[in-house]
């Protein structure tokens, strides 16, 4: 029974690990996944013959979202919600996964540690105002402002200035060749400069504005986003002409609005899955992507500063059994920081050996035989079966002598929490590194001086900085894959598992997931 280089460069995304995604793939069909192969393109010049409008398209978020200004948040259900109001200058295609020009028409390295972005020309913000090289750099600058706190701020510190060339070309100077740069422009939104100097930090978080295919009709934190189409968008025009994203925490409740078609989209948890597929009404979609699921430690809260007891407890969780009982054997286990779908990926890691004798030694061996007390806080709809994986952990450990309670929080406390470090000893987890699918967005942001860590790692800090300072793919490799075992050695986290990017959808609509974890509504259409 379980218990529960210099000169310039044709810019070329990285490429995907596909190491495991056969039998990621089997795994999720098994689980009774549909959609596995991948969704529609998007193609901003594009339109869809045929297609009917829709008036008003429904998606459940599964998560809060405290604010919408992609500057004083980072949370995955505000990132998706933003992508409809702000455009990037860079997107993902959702068929391949690769990155290509959005707003910018095209981009290049130049040498000397600098990017030039060409932007389209004739574009306009919501308020009617020119999107130029202007906005770009007023965004870039505002996103690595200390004062403004961005929590990306970090992860784009080699950027040191941006420079307007033209009305329609700026160029962005970094101290390293910064080779991930277009792979954090999917969710780097362009803001029009007098909108988002003239307003204060609480009416933005409020009151978001871009040039996106949407424009925001009403915002509810934490309760419900009301956006309509942008009639006058520059690129492909929706079909759908209004969206309302209430929040609803359950699963189950999200499941029963779905099937009772009070709702289109939302995602779900693994008990969920078979009765959407036979409802008659709504089928799962899923896609391996990018999202690992992991319990953190904080090192600042004893015992949690002793590397063995981090191991001990790495031994006393049995991941297999997690991911059999909670998310249907769709997941991978993680034997490092990094899954198969990410460049960095160290395949010779092994999962941590289920071993709860093992774990005992090692705790009486670092001074506590008879166990601790701890908590564990958690967000139950920042992953798959959430609540239940957490109680499954409380269990392990008490078999280990370890008392755990468990503290739910919204995502917007333990966001804050986190960033600021003081979240803990111990805190359940969801990472989609951006969804820019490279180690420098794991490992550079949950490890070390990381703006999501709660570890002390300088050997990895070393790392990162070094993988920055090189544009050679194979470099990186290296010093991400030796990133990664100084990790699994030090075991900053519960190494879990990889969850599968997977939702319930209504029959009558034809979108499918993605790897990337977005939802553009581009290509959304009734079928």
């Known amino acids: 029974m379980s218990k529960h280089d210099e000169g310039k460069i044709l810019v070329k995304n990285q490429p995907t690990p596909d190491l495991k995604r056969r039998q990621l793939l089997k795994a999720s069909a098994a689980a009774g996944f549909t959609g596995l192969a991948g969704s529609a393109a998007i193609n901003p010049t594009i339109a869809l013959a045929g297609s009917h409008e829709i008036d008003l398209f429904r998606i459940a978020m599964w998560s809060g979202m405290p604010n919408l200004d992609p500057e004083q948040n980072a949370i995955r259900t505000s990132i998706i919600a933003q992508n409809w109001i702000f455009d990037p200058l860079v997107f993902r295609d959702g068929s391949t996964n690769e990155l290509k020009p959005y707003l910018a028409e095209e981009y290049s390295f130049i040498a000397n540690n600098t990017w030039r972005f060409r932007i389209r020309e004739g574009i306009k913000f ?106 006058d968008y520059w690129g492909q025009k929706p079909v759908i002409k209004r969206v ?55 090192y600042e809260m004893e015992p949690f500063n002793n590397r063995k007891v981090r191991q001990a407890i790495n031994h006393a969780v049995n991941q ?31 999962p941590y050996e289920y071993n709860p004798t093992l774990a005992k030694k090692m705790l009486a061996e670092a001074g506590y035989p008879n166990g601790f007390k701890t908590r564990i806080e958690v967000v139950p709809q920042w992953m798959i079966s959430g609540m239940e994986i957490t109680q499954a952990l409380v269990n392990y450990l008490r078999e280990i002598g370890i008392e755990a309670e468990i503290e739910v929080r919204d995502a917007g406390t333990l966001s804050g929490r986190i960033t ?37 790692m300088p050997e990895v800090d070393a790392l990162v900085a070094q993988s920055r300072a090189t544009a050679n793919s194979q470099e ?16 900053p986290w519960v190494f879990l598992h990889l969850q599968p990017n997977a939702y319930g959808v209504s029959l009558n609509h034809n979108w499918q997931a993605r790897a ?12």
């Open 244 to 298: 309302e994203a209430p929040y609803i925490g359950e699963s189950a409740t999200r499941v029963a609005a779905l099937l009772a078609g009070d709702i289109s989209l939302t995602k779900c948890d693994a008990q969920d899955f078979d009765r959407i597929n036979s409802s008659g009404v709504a089928q799962m979609t899923a896609i391996p992507g990018n999202r690992i699921v992991i319990c953190c430690f904080n």
């Open 320 to 350: 297999q059994e997690i991911n059999e009982v909670y998310i249907k054997g769709s997941g991978e286990l993680l034997g490092g920081p990094i899954p198969s779908t990410v460049f960095g990926h160290n395949p010779d890691l092994e």
């Open 126 to 231: 919501h308020n009617g105002k020119d999107l130029t090289a202007h906005s770009v750099r007023f965004s870039i600058l505002r996103r690595i402002n200390e004062e403004i706190g961005s929590p990306h701020r970090k992860q784009w510190g080699p950027v040191v200035d941006v420079n307007v060339v033209d009305k329609y070309t700026v160029d962005i100077i970094c101290n390293s060749p910064f080779p991930t740069i277009t792979a954090y422009m999917p969710i780097l939104s362009i803001f029009e400069e007098g909108y988002y100097s003239d307003n204060s930090k609480e009416f933005l978080a409020l009151n978001p504005m871009g040039s996106g295919p949407f424009r925001l009709e009403e915002f509810k934190p934490d309760d419900v986003l009301k956006v309509a189409r942008n009639d």
């Open 476 to 491: 990186r490799l290296g010093l991400f894959q030796k990133a990664g075992e100084v990790a699994r050695e030090d075991a």
């Open 516 to 527: 990337d974890e977005m939802m553009p509504l581009w290509y959304t259409k009734k079928v």
């Open 420 to 456: 600021s470090r003081k979240a803990g000893p111990m805190y359940m987890l969801s990472w989609g590194g951006n969804s820019t699918f490279d180690s420098d967005s794991y490992i550079g942001a949950l490890l070390g001086k990381g703006a999501w860590s709660t570890s002390d």
